[in-house]
């Protein structure tokens, strides 16, 4: 099974950016879809953005579309997510998931990135 690491958390001013990244291990990244989720104190995980295998289709989360950018290169195994335009309601946990493109089945994650987001 394929095995993700996240990095690219931290702590940002209202308005600022960040990029996640998730490097995933074992030479068959792309044949997963790659999606990103999130998971703020007190709530249930969420959907953010997906991508598909190589890269020709994705979707987003309302809450984040225009504002977020979901990428990814094959040759490095690893998904990206720009951020700009951040708020604080965008602190959370973010997770990356390995699975079938789209909104709900995926069956690897990473361990998690802290983004906090400050007002």
């Known amino acids: 099974q394929v095995q993700l690491v996240e990095s690219g958390g931290g702590l940002v001013q209202a308005g600022g950016s960040l990029r996640l990244s998730c490097a995933a291990s074992g030479r068959t990244f792309s044949s997963y879809g790659m999606g990103w989720f999130r998971q703020a104190p007190g709530k249930e995980r969420e959907f953010v953005a997906a991508?598909?295998?190589?890269?020709?289709?994705?979707l987003y989360a309302d809450s984040v579309k225009g504002r977020f950018t979901i990428s990814r290169d094959n040759a490095k195994n690893t998904v990206y997510l720009q951020m700009n335009s951040l708020k604080p309601e965008d602190t959370a946990v973010y997770y990356c998931?390995?699975?079938?493109?789209?909104?709900?089945?995926?069956?690897?994650w990473g361990q998690g990135t802290q983004v906090t987001v400050s007002s």
């Open positions: 991508i598909s295998r190589y890269g020709l289709n994705t």
């Open positions: 998931a390995a699975g079938s493109y789209g909104r709900t089945h995926y069956d690897a």
